[in-house]
């Protein structure tokens, strides 16, 4: 019985450990559904400064950036402002992933009558909204900047 309490007196310990709190995965998503260049931008200033700041504490991180709406143009490989940190982010940063929204596709398809070009490694999600709910209902925290 003592041997029992003992054990689970322990294991409570490295619970609480150091190494446990370093264990810890920190998830956001971040809401992109701005046309406008700079707010682009300041999302993926917020993504790789979060980024830098856990892999500093030596903890996970994950990071998805979530574009619909205007917001799409930042993954647009014909039309980004931002193609060369898009690219350099997809191609370097593991942490940070990017999702479209196949809702605001299908409105671009029938709008400019042409398949619209997504950059490789972009993940398509079905609607942007419903995706940024339900990785809210999942834990994530939300960042809109």
């Known amino acids: ?46 993504a790789i400064n979060i980024v830098k700041v856990y892999q ?23 039309s980004s402002p931002l193609a060369t940190r898009v690219k350099s982010f997809v191609d370097g940063v593991p942490e940070v992933g990017f999702d ?3 809702n605001t596709l299908t409105g671009l398809r029938k709008t400019e009558g042409r398949e619209i070009p997504i950059f490789d490694g972009v993940t398509h999600v079905e609607a942007g909204a419903v995706t940024l709910m339900e990785l809210q209902e999942q834990g994530w925290s939300y960042l809109r900047p």
């Open 100 to 102: 479209v929204c196949d």
């Open 56 to 78: 500093a504490r030596k903890e996970a991180v994950e990071v998805r950036i979530v574009t619909y709406g205007p917001g799409v143009t930042l993954v647009r490989s014909d």
């Open 1 to 46: 019985m003592i041997r029992h309490a003992f054990l689970a007196v322990l294991l409570g310990l490295a619970a609480f450990s150091p190494a446990a709190a370093e264990s810890k995965l920190h998830r956001v998503a971040i809401q992109v559904s701005d046309g406008d260049p700079a707010r682009m931008n300041l999302a993926l200033n917020n």
